[in-house]
């Protein structure tokens, strides 16, 4: 089994950034943690601030790996291009967000990738991940 998980911009200022909302702890010190909980499982991790690159990225891998859990951050919220990238790769894709988007701002409620995303989890911290990651394997 041989999932990526992909996460868009501001994600690499995990631990710094608002940690109220979105934790105290780096996404590369959870990944470690995930790699050892899954170790069955061939986990590989992909951050952009870019666009085009979370693009590349899911185009790169959606015909080949098992399935990618996305977190497309804000890109959640605007953009056609990776809702797009998701309905027209072959794998599925888990839609992940740390926070409870609904809890939030009105423009946080509107996704462009649910639509396509085989499930959605949120809310649920850094868990949402972990979550994620089992329901490809369970
Ligand atoms: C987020 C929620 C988005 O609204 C926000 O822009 C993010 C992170 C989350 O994981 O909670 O950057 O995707």
């Known amino acids: 089994m041989k999932l990526m998980i992909i996460n868009g911009p501001n994600l690499n200022l995990l631990g710094k950034r608002e940690p109220e909302l979105y934790g105290s702890i780096t996404f590369e010190d959870y990944f470690l943690q995930l790699q050892k909980k899954f170790e069955g499982v061939e986990l590989e991790y992909f951050q952009s601030n870019i666009e085009g690159e979370l693009i590349d990225k899911i185009q790169e891998v959606g015909f080949t790996y098992d399935g ?7 890109y959640t919220h605007t953009s056609v291009g990776i809702g ?6 072959e ?3 888990i839609e992940v967000h740390i926070s409870n988007t609904f809890k939030r701002e009105d423009f ?14 949120l809310g649920f911290g850094l868990q949402s991940y972990d979550l994620a990651i089992q329901s490809f394997i369970s």
């Open 68 to 74: 990618i859990v996305l977190n497309a951050a804000a």
């Open 84 to 89: 797009d990238a998701v309905k027209g790769i």
């Open 91 to 93: 794998i599925p894709v």
């Open 108 to 121: 946080r409620h509107i996704s462009y990738i649910s639509s396509g995303a085989k499930g959605v989890i």
